[in-house]
């Protein structure tokens, strides 16, 4: 089976390990932006809350941390890259949460969700660097983060070298041509035609560009987060800790991710002087020693909103060659193993890991058929 894929960002890639992996011939069209929002995230291998959260997203997230470990155990040694998943544990600040995050690890029997009720004694063994406004929290012991940009390095790195793939990185695609109930064949904006059996959209943020050409409202639009980066010495800060959805992800070499805002501007990537001030502030204010160190980056990314954060895995319904995986939201990285793992399920007609019709777009999409 010959398949095209448009976009590259984490969804694109994961798919097209998972079919190339299954024997399928890939060509990859890389857009313009891939990466916006795979490489600007913090790489959470959890939905921040997962409480506050569908249970459709928990359902594909809670596999996230066990696929990738297989995923780095095979790649790595073909890449000679380390994506890094570093099993932190995740300390949650909100006091407003503490009940409802310890009733919900009973209430879904995730052990990634099993969380602890940690006093000032204990949390000081866990976390000595936490300001002392912070009496108590509860604790997910289970939680890791993944180094997002050197997973896209891996898997760019891996399916470069893999002889059922192909990447197409200077032709992106601009137009769909509709032949009855199918695509005949996509045009690259230098009006090449390409060719396949089936056809995969996994174009993120910038999904709902394609609503005309494809007869559908995809209700997928960027939301702008804004990330800062503080280099401390390796291993220093032993655990994330969120709090007020702002959150502290440490990464093995001492780099600590500082994030993240929230801020529908378009297609904006552009940080601002404003928001980067919030972002620091309330990493101080959960570790004040943070203000000692310096801040060696900061970035914008845009993530692919959909209305309930549930993605859209599957085929269209009224275009039998045409799949999509895309509106992830905040969770394209920690989610990206399972729907990947599930789009391949599907195209190939095998069982699926969990129940498609959640996230099928014939259920999710209201259909609004354009007429020319």
Not at 327 to 334: D, E, M, Q, S, V
């Amino acid at each position: 089976m010959n398949i095209v894929i448009i976009g590259a960002g984490i969804s694109g890639l994961l798919s097209a390990l998972e079919l190339a992996e299954q024997g399928c011939q890939v060509n990859i069209y890389n857009q313009t932006y891939a990466g916006q929002a795979s490489w600007a995230g913090g790489g959470i291998l959890s939905p921040m809350y997962p409480w506050r959260y569908p249970r459709a997203v928990n359902l594909l997230a809670q596999h996230g941390k066990a696929l990738y470990q297989t995923w780095n155990e095979k790649l790595q040694p073909v890449t000679g890259i380390d994506f890094e998943i570093h099993e932190t544990g995740m300390l949650i600040l909100d006091e407003t949460d503490f009940e409802v995050g310890l009733n919900y690890k009973t209430q879904f029997q995730d052990p990634m969700q099993h969380c602890e009720y940690l006093q000032r004694e204990q949390l000081d063994q866990v976390n000595p660097h936490l300001s002392e406004q912070f009496q108590h929290a509860i604790y997910f012991p289970e939680i890791a983060n993944v180094r997002n940009p050197r997973l896209l390095q891996s898997l760019r790195n891996y399916l470069e070298q893999h002889p059922k793939v192909q990447f197409f990185d200077q032709m992106p695609i601009q137009k769909f041509h509709i032949q009855q109930d199918k695509i005949e064949y996509v045009e690259t904006e230098t009006g090449q035609k390409v060719y396949a059996d089936q056809f995969v959209v996994t174009t993120g943020a910038w999904s709902g560009l394609w609503s005309a050409q494809l007869g559908l409202e995809l209700p997928v639009r960027p939301v702008q987060g804004q990330m800062a980066l503080i280099k401390t010495p390796a291993h220093w800060l032993p655990t994330m800790c969120m709090n007020r959805v702002m959150y502290l992800i440490p990464r093995m070499d001492g780099h600590i991710i500082c994030g993240s805002s929230m801020q529908e501007c378009g297609f904006n990537a552009e940080t601002s002087d404003q928001i980067q001030q919030n972002i620091l502030e309330a990493a101080y204010e959960m570790v004040p020693e943070l203000a000692q160190f310096p801040v060696v980056q900061n970035w914008a990314g845009l993530r692919p909103s959909s209305p309930e954060g549930i993605p859209y895995i599957g085929q269209l319904p009224h275009l039998h060659n045409v799949w999509i995986n895309l509106g992830h939201f905040r969770n394209g990285l920690c989610m990206g193993p399972a729907s990947a793992q599930l789009l391949r399920q599907l195209i190939l007609k095998q069982p699926t890991s969990v129940d498609s019709t959640i996230y099928s777009p014939e259920q999710l999409l209201k259909l609004e058929v354009m007429t020319s």
